[in-house]
């Protein structure tokens, strides 16, 4: 039974070694309980089958464990779960306004005080009145950009 336990240890301990390094790399929990079942492992070994066995666990699991750190760390490996493209998408910076102060656009809903206005036929944009109620379809004029709010008056 003795042995059967350390041949356990060692064989999960390779499996969480293994897991870490080529399912999970960056975990390290996953290695550190890899690494602290190998050691439990040899460690039984040469405390309960003798120092010859003991050696044998030893060798053969840092041969084994080296083997899944050389497979696991190649280049060629590391290059299917690298980042290897560059992402050159970017986002709407809304602290650099499209619309700028003095364009004209016409109301899609009224303005009571905020609502939606249609500038250049194609750019719909959420605007907001200094307090007034503004009917639907009524030209305005954008008086400037506040706090990331667009605001206008009757044009």
Excluded: C
Aim: net charge neutral; no cysteine.
């Amino acid at each position: 039974m003795t042995w059967l336990t350390i041949v356990l240890l060692l064989l999960f301990g390779l499996l969480f070694l293994a897991a870490e390094v080529v399912f999970i790399p960056g975990t390290t929990i996953v290695g550190l309980i890899g690494f602290a079942l190998l050691v439990a492992g040899v460690w039984l070994g040469y405390r309960d089958l003798g120092t010859p066995i003991g050696h044998y666990a030893l060798l053969s699991t840092a041969a084994l464990a080296g083997l899944i750190l050389y497979i696991g760390l190649r280049p060629k490996n590391l290059a299917k779960v690298a980042l290897n493209e560059v992402n050159n998408a970017s986002v709407h910076d809304v602290r650099r306004p499209d619309v700028l102060p003095g364009s004209v656009g016409r109301t899609l809903s009224a303005l009571r005080p905020a609502g939606t206005v249609l500038f250049d036929e194609e750019q719909r944009r959420e605007v907001v009145t200094r307090g007034e109620f503004v009917a639907a379809g009524t030209a305005v004029r954008v008086l400037g950009i506040e706090q990331n709010r667009i605001v206008v008056e009757v044009a």
